[in-house]
Every structure is written in structure tokens, then in C-alpha cells.
């Protein structure tokens, strides 16, 4: 069994350090509740403390799940940088597998050319180097989960290029996108954001998992159709099992390789027949 977590924290709270206990607790409630799940997942930037500062938590986490695996959404640090990352905890905290997110938000999660303007004027505020934003992770991977197979992750919009899910090193058995649409509100953004997302499924032919923080949580088949939702703006755990992945699509195993073949194709022709009617 495999359970979704929905926090449902108010972006104007989520960071709050005087309410980061009552946050972490409500995670640990939802994971513990009923049949503990073979695995859990939380959504992006779920935990509001880091390991590296917190080790505790770790253990926290896991003994909630009785050992089970956990997949989180949470900061990390590594020599002095940053990262928006999922961490995958098991048995007394021990980490399965680790993903930083490689496709870093524009003025929200870094700025352009911040770190030249750390080496080149000593402006330390925009640098990723100096921990004052994230640092991108190497590239899209696929992490192996053992008896619940190959995962493709993908953090908050990373789902919505398709170009970086078909970079992945291999093909996964599924697709896991944790994030956090509270940054959108609750108009259409979130809503739009999840449509973009379901449309990889398609392309790919791989089931996608979503799991976010205050919404659109659901399961999503390979072709794309939504299986289960949990209501948006609620909180809640929505427990499932992960559907099958259908073979390779022609874009998974190509790309635009084809479309750019027929508009070059096209455009040869186009040039070809203007030759011949101008002469």
C-alpha cells in the first residue's frame, strides 16, 4: 500500500519556526494513522527543519512508519549549499535514496548569475555558493525502490518539461512528483499545474504519483486518466497502490527528433517548390 500525505499548511505559515513542531507532528500523525503504508509519501519542502541540523528527525520520521520507508520532500545541506530535495528514509532513519531537484525556479529558488556576482563584487545575497538560494542538483535520475521498482522524481515543476522527464538516465517504472502548490493560491494555478503534469504521464506512458501540500494530490494512470484525488485544500492521506506502466511511447523513445525530422522535411520541400516556381 502506498499512502499520500496532504498537509494542507497555508503558505503563510508553513515556515513559521514557532509553529515547525505542530507541522512536523500533523506529518507524523497522518503517516501513523491506521495500517502503516509499505510506503509513505510527503510532499515538497514538507519537513520544516533539515537532518544535517535536526538529526533527530530522522528517526522520528521512520518510527512513525514503523521502519517503512518514507519518502520526503526537505531541504538539505552539503558544503555549504542548499538544495530542494527528496529523501527516501527507512528502518532507524538510514537513507534509501536521495534526489536534488536540477531545474531550479528563476528569481524564486536562485537568481541568474548570482554566484558571479559573489566572485566577481563579494555580493553574497544572491549566491548559491553562500547558502543564500538552492543549488541545482546533477540532472534527472531514477531511484531504485526495491520492491516498489524504478521512480522517476520530479520536484514542483520539473513535471512540466518534458524534455527534462525524457533525460532520464533510465526508464522508470513510475513517475513521483512532490510539490507545493500553496505558492499558487487556490485559483487556477494549481490546477493548471497538475493538467501540465498528467500530460507526461501520456507522453511517457508511466503512471504518475502527486503528492502535494495542499493540493492537487492524486493517481494518475498511464494514459493519463485521474484514478484517485484527495478534495484540494484539505488534509488528509490518501492511500492506493501504483498503477502499471503501458511500453515505451514514440516520445519517450525519441523525443522531437521525429517532429523536427518532418518540419526540416517541410520546410526543404517549401524551399524546393519556390526554387522551381521561380524559375
Known sequence: MLRLVQPN???SVKWDQALADDHLQRLLDLTAQGDVADLTIWPETAVPFMLEYAPSVAG???EASAGRPVALGIQREEDGRFYNSLRVLEGMGEELARYDKHHLVPFGEYIPAGDLAYRWFGITAFASQTGSTYSAGAGPAVLDLGAFGKVLPLICYEAVFPRDVNRAPDRADWMLQVT?????GVRTGP???FAQARLRAVEQGLPLVRVANTGVTAVIDARG??????P???MGVLDTTIPG?????PFARFGDGPVLLLLAGLALAAMRRRSTTGH
Open 191 to 193: 490546477f493548471q499545474h
Open 225 to 230: 486518466r485521474v484514478l484517485e484525488a484527495l
Open 245 to 249: 506502466a503501458l511500453p515505451p511511447t
Open 60 to 62: 522520528m520520521v521512520t
Open 180 to 184: 507545493n502548490d500553496a505558492w499558487f
Open 9 to 11: 499548511a497555508a503558505q
Open 232 to 234: 484540494f485544500g484539505t
